[in-house]
């Protein structure tokens, strides 16, 4: 079946370098997605521009330059680009690494909120992940579940952050000042207002952060711009008012990232990382201890039995004790009165 937007008419293709399509994976709002092998039977993703796209001077130029920002960014949570190039149709493609897992969107569809320990591990890979992007001068601007994939759940997930076609070059921007680009759900209020620098990435990361912990994330709705009012004129509700498990200290980490002043959260991605490091130790911590045996018992002597004390006679007992006393004392009275009788007599 033959696509025009590059769709499942390229399976079975081999590509400019060497890529040959397997199969059709999914399909975005700017691409379709396929799994493909190299020339060296290496399995990669392959993302293919939509050929209705190709003639649109700034969607075919952000797709280019989202190669060109990641091949700048030094990080095992960032996807790495193999190759590039246009099919015989002109399309663009870009080479992937080709990663397992789901996104986080649908982990949050399936159980709505992740485990303690599990949170805190995907947000510090994605605090690593936006340190190097914004060390290579590259803010990502539309942080969202969607664009992390997670894999190695329900053990030790790995996470790798996707879709940087948005991203901000500091050094270079290409979209209009005031242009509002990104997902209102997870959008710091600057962005709201056109304006996008590194700590707006802080925020959204504490966004995905309270979406995981609380079930939710910060502001609600359907409709974007009520969605964007929110946040630009109200405060979300504290996390342990919707989820009294969370603990005040990871609230108190959520409630600073997600700060309205981007003066107030924290002042880059390391820092935001520290802290969730923190949260990690502690949390370990307190594992330990619980898990800790109990203490022995205090060492009591065993009580050692008194012996055994004669027993106390009765009065009848006593009086029978006493009579054969008393019969010897006469019988040896009446001994020696007779012998002094003897010794009379005989003088």
């Known amino acids: 079946m033959t696509g025009a937007d590059g769709g499942p008419d390229l399976v079975g293709v081999t590509l400019p370098g060497g890529w040959r399509v397997a199969r059709h994976v999914g399909e975005g709002a700017m691409a379709h997605v396929y799994e493909a092998f190299g020339p060296d039977e290496r399995r990669v993703a392959v993302k293919v521009l939509h050929g209705a796209l190709v003639h649109q001077r700034d969607v075919a130029f952000r797709f280019r330059r989202e190669a060109e920002l990641l091949e700048s960014i030094d990080s095992p949570h960032v996807l790495k680009v193999l190759g590039r190039g246009r099919d015989e149709r002109g399309r663009f493609f870009l080479v992937l690494e080709f990663v397992e897992g789901v996104s986080l969107f649908s982990l949050l569809a399936q159980s709505r909120t992740l485990p303690y320990g599990h949170a805190l591990d995907i947000t510090m890979q994605i605090c690593r992940a936006l340190e190097a992007a914004h060390a ?55 962005q709201a207002r056109g304006d996008v620098t590194p700590l707006s990435d802080v925020y959204a990361v504490g966004a995905i ?139």
Do not use: C
């Not at 942080?143 to 996707?162: H, S």
């Not at 270079?172 to 600057?190: K, R």
């Not at 991605?269 to 330990?288: P, S, Y």
């Not at 039995?305 to 040896?332: C, D, H, I, K, N």
């Open 136 to 190: 290579a001068g590259i803010v990502h601007r539309d942080m969202k579940p969607e664009n992390v994939i997670v894999d190695g759940m329900p053990t030790e997930p790995r996470v790798k952050v996707l879709d940087f076609s948005i991203s901000k070059d500091q050094d270079l921007s290409f979209t209009a000042t005031g242009t509002i680009l990104g997902t209102p759900s997870y959008m710091a209020p600057e």
């Open 209 to 347: 952060l309270y979406d995981m912990m609380v079930g939710r994330p910060p502001f609600l709705g359907t409709e974007p711009g009520k969605v964007l009012a929110a946040l630009l004129t109200e405060t979300p509700p504290r996390p342990r008012e919707i989820a009294p498990h969370v603990s005040p200290a990871a609230e108190a980490v959520i409630l600073r990232a997600i700060a309205r002043d981007p003066n107030e959260r924290y002042a880059d991605m390391r820092a935001f990382a520290g802290a969730i490091e923190a949260l990690k130790e502690d949390a370990e911590r307190q594992t330990a201890i619980s898990t800790l045996p109990p203490p022995p018992a205090a060492f009591v002597a065993p009580e050692v039995p008194a012996p055994p004390s004669a027993p106390t006679p009765s009065p009848p007992q006593q009086a029978a004790a006493v009579r054969p006393v008393r019969l010897a004392l006469w019988v040896g009275s009446l001994f020696l009165i007779a012998l002094a009788i003897v010794w009379l007599a005989t003088r």
